[in-house]
């Protein structure tokens, strides 16, 4: 069977995923996917529960499920997961996100079936072992205090916490507010709780991709993941609060020998019409000469990103100028208007849906990336196979569609501009202290 099939241009002919899928009595949902071009196997545990999901007062509480799962479970005692994945020359580790976490492991093919079995018995019955716990929250409430000491470690934090109101599910970030991590020391209720109602089999996906025998596999996958029961999951959260009306500006002072500039708007979920041109629209106002690069000796740097997750999105730059920020803050809104008015032109356009082809088609390049875009693919179309129709979505994106969002989801009235100075520098006119009230 061919695995990657490539027809011409992939926006115009598309590109295409041989996979195979069938879902378990108890809701678990398997995708195969075989590619023999090297005797490797990769298996990949994507659940839909992520920092977005954590309860209130208990921020971190996914993140740190993900670290608890190396830990030990019924059959494999602490540490024992990752030294027999290292014992046949694989490679194991697991990612926290808003919306989902995944876990993933690499092995040569001839060890699909310890992989499974791994993977199966710590998705079944984790230990949550108490000294394990301990040192798990104790390390990771460590992390986040040495990020507060880095030099805009927490910029990205904050930001989260203006662009969503309190309560939110993208409103704090993926490893925990610091002040949360004293609610989970000695306390593993949030975890369990978490673990029974967040990973339940329906909302999981698993996918195993490489040198497999496809039948071979769907009975190693009946053999060792039927067993675990239905549950009834909770209900995900949704997003809240109403739109933003007025702009707020806040100052973050910060040891940094670097001040930067944040402008981040709320926008739109990842199934929402405007998602793709949104995209678009941010690489090119970040990335192309003449639009906001251009305003800035070639010392400064610019950065965009436009995130769209399950239940809302966010749009933004970020401009690290150890200069004038208010001057930087006009440059974005003079680069703001003119987009706006003009819109890209049909070559600037071209070339951006080209480096988003260009993107999808690296990932598929290697074998674990590729069956996360797969992962990907169940998680946000449903099935396996959706490369072509993401990037038809792009590539139906006009010109006068990157003028539309710009105008109806970029308004200044909208946003927030954070800066982040020490304490010798100028932040934004207007901008209040982090603490204060507006």
């Known amino acids: 069977m061919l695995a990657l099939v490539l027809v011409g241009s992939a926006l115009a002919a598309g590109i295409h995923l041989d996979c195979t899928t069938f879902t378990l009595d108890n809701g678990l949902r398997v995708v195969l996917h075989d590619d023999h071009r090297a005797p490797l196997v990769t298996v990949t545990w994507r659940v839909l529960a992520g920092s977005g999901d954590d309860p209130p007062g208990f921020s971190g509480t996914a993140h740190l499920l993900e670290h608890l799962l190396f830990e030990g479970s019924a059959h494999v005692p602490r540490g024992a997961f990752d030294a027999r994945i290292a014992e046949v020359g694989g ?83 993926i490893t925990g507010h610091a002040r949360d991590w004293v609610n989970l020391t000695g306390n593993d209720t949030a975890i369990r709780v978490f673990f029974r109602e967040r990973y339940t089999p329906d909302r999981a996906v698993l996918v195993i991709a490489g040198d497999i025998d ?63 041109a949104l995209a678009l629209a941010n690489w090119l106002f970040t990335t192309e000469e003449g639009r906001l690069d251009a305003r800035f000796s070639d010392e400064v740097q610019v950065e965009g990103w436009s995130d769209a997750g399950r239940v809302d999105g966010d749009w933004g730059v970020r401009i690290a100028d150890d ?13 703001l208007r003119r987009f706006a008015a003009r819109g890209p032109t049909e070559d600037e356009l071209a070339r951006a849906r080209a480096a988003w082809e260009g993107a999808w088609i690296r990932a598929l390049d290697s074998l674990p990336r590729r069956a996360m875009a797969i992962a990907d693919c169940m998680e946000e179309y449903g099935h396996p196979d959706c490369l072509s129709e993401d990037l038809a979505w792009y590539a139906a994106v006009q010109a006068s569609d990157v003028r539309r969002v710009v105008e109806t989801w970029l308004d200044p009235s909208s946003r927030v501009v954070l800066s982040v100075v020490d304490r010798r520098s100028r932040a934004v006119r207007g901008s209040v202290p982090l603490g204060d009230t507006p």
């Open 323 to 335: 200069g004038d920020l208010d001057r930087a803050l006009r440059s974005v809104d003079q680069a």
């Open 214 to 276: 496809p039948t071979a596999a769907e009975a190693l996958v009946r053999e060792r993941f039927s067993g675990a029961p239905r549950r009834e999951p909770a209900p995900r959260p949704a997003a809240m609060g109403s739109p933003r009306t007025e702009e707020e500006r806040r100052v973050l002072v910060s040891p940094v020998s670097e001040g930067a500039l944040y402008v981040a708007w709320r926008t739109v979920p990842r199934d929402h019409p405007d998602a793709p």
């Open 91 to 173: 490679q194991s580790n697991g990612w926290t996100a808003q919306d989902a976490t995944s876990y993933q492991v690499l092995v040569p093919a001839g060890a699909l079936d310890l992989a499974l079995y791994l993977e199966s018995d710590r998705q079944a019955s984790p230990l949550f072992d108490p000294v394990a716990f301990e040192n798990e929250v104790g390390t990771l409430a460590l992390e986040v205090e040495r990020r507060a000491d880095r030099a805009h470690g927490v910029d990205s934090d904050v930001l989260l916490g203006l662009v969503y109101p309190p309560g939110h599910p993208y409103a704090s970030p």
